[in-house]
T-cell receptor, first 115, second 118 residues
Framework: GDSVTQMEGPVTLSEEAFLTINCTYTATGYPSLFWYVQYPGEGLQLLLKATKADDKGSNKGFEATYRKETTSFHLEKGSVQVSDSAVYFCALEPSFSGGYNKLIFGAGTRLAVHP | GAVVSQHPSRVICKSGTSVKIECRSLDFQATTMFWYRQFPKKSLMLMATSNEGSKATYEQGVEKDKFLINHASLTLSTLTVTSAHPEDSSFYIC??????????????FGPGTRLTVL
């Protein structure tokens, strides 16, 4: 079945460092891809998305490109801040989700940014 | 933005008892709500999808008699873990989609409930 694999964390970076969190997927057809972020004590929030191959999603300085040839959707940010410390989830919506907008998630990657 | 709350945020119970977790959409009506669980260092796993006023649709491998889901109103869904056992200890997250939502990015998540069964 469809699945998402993320790099295992935690990822610890200094402020202003470059961030990459790897995400690969297995799916039939053409899924939509998402990155969600969860700050401490809060619910998951949509960070960015891409709905077709070669699309680039971007938000708050983060970006990810839908690469069908490598089945990847890696999250990147050029200069992280302490406020970016959170857990990041990669997710996909299968091509055929039965009309209920089902999401399949990775395990999440915890990012800790220190001053 | 849209807010989804969960109650309680943490619960500890004895083996054999039942535990109810509430999921509420605070500022919108949710026709569809989803329940997920997450084991440590594992993926967030969809357990079931519920639509207001109808029976929940459970994912393969999820015991419907153990995890009772009720979506009695457009702002409230409950998950009851019946006869809980230590292996049910997990992090449970709900999400809600607003009425007439047409895309997945309008799915809003609660902060989760940590269940520990002793």
């Amino acid at each position: 079945g469809d699945s998402v694999t993320q790099m295992e964390g935690p990822v610890t970076l200094s402020e202003e460092a470059f961030l990459t969190i790897n995400c690969t997927y297995t799916a039939t057809g053409y899924p939509s891809l998402f990155w969600y972020v969860q700050y401490p004590g809060e619910g998951l929030q949509l960070l960015l998305k891409a709905t077709k191959a070669d699309d680039k999603g971007s938000n708050k300085g983060f970006e990810a490109t839908y690469r069908k040839e490598t089945t990847s959707f890696h999250l990147e940010k050029g200069s992280v801040q302490v406020s970016d410390s959170a857990v990041y989830f990669c997710a996909l919506e299968p091509s055929f989700s039965g009309g209920y907008n089902k999401l399949i998630f990775g395990a999440g990657t915890r990012l800790a940014v220190h001053p | 933005g849209a807010v989804v709350s969960q109650h309680p945020s943490r619960v500890i119970c004895k083996s054999g008892t039942s535990v109810k977790i509430e999921c509420r959409s605070l500022d919108f009506q949710a026709t569809t709500m989803f329940w997920y669980r997450q084991f440590p260092k594992k993926s967030l796993m969809l357990m079931a999808t519920s639509n207001e006023g109808s029976k929940a649709t459970y994912e393969q491998g999820v015991e419907k008699d153990k995890f009772l889901i009720n979506h009695a109103s457009l702002t409230l869904s409950t998950l009851t873990v019946t006869s809980a056992h230590p292996e049910d200890s997990s992090f449970y997250i709900c999400s809600a989609s607003p009425f007439l939502a047409v895309s997945t990015d309008t799915q809003y998540f609660g902060p989760g409930t940590r269940l520990t069964v002793l």
